[in-house]
């Protein structure tokens, strides 16, 4: 597959503070990996969406791990094509959980 793809993290996000420290360590990681294209973090939603251009599952377990780091849960994560359309769900435990 080619293209970008959306990672849309269901995300344990309670207010403000929850959803800062998610924008923060996304933040971060995309300073540091060029192969995210974009994030956002939405507190209504309770969701984190990172886009890419590589759908490797090294990236994608970066960003998970990444995520969790900071202590909030991720319930589900579902990967979405250019367009918006769900192409499946991921799973969102770690190899090491």
């Given amino acids: 597959m080619s ?3 959306t990672y849309k993290f ?3 996000m309670t207010c403000g503070g ?5 924008d923060r360590v996304l933040k971060r990681l995309k ?4 192969n995210i294209l974009s994030y956002t973090v ?9 886009t890419v ?3 490797s599952p090294a990236l ?7 995520i969790k780091k ?4 991720v319930n589900s994560c579902v990967e979405l094509d250019s367009n918006g359309n769900k192409i499946r769900d991921v799973d969102v435990v770690l190899k090491d959980e």
């Fill in 42 to 50: 939405l507190l209504d939603d309770k969701s984190a969406n990172v």
């Fill in 60 to 66: 994608y377990e970066k960003i998970l791990r990444t």
């Fill in 3 to 5: 293209g970008s793809y």
């Fill in 10 to 12: 269901d995300v344990t």
């Fill in 18 to 22: 929850c959803s800062g420290a998610v």
């Fill in 53 to 55: 251009d590589d759908e």
């Fill in 31 to 34: 300073e540091n990996e060029t």
């Fill in 70 to 73: 900071t202590g909030k849960g």
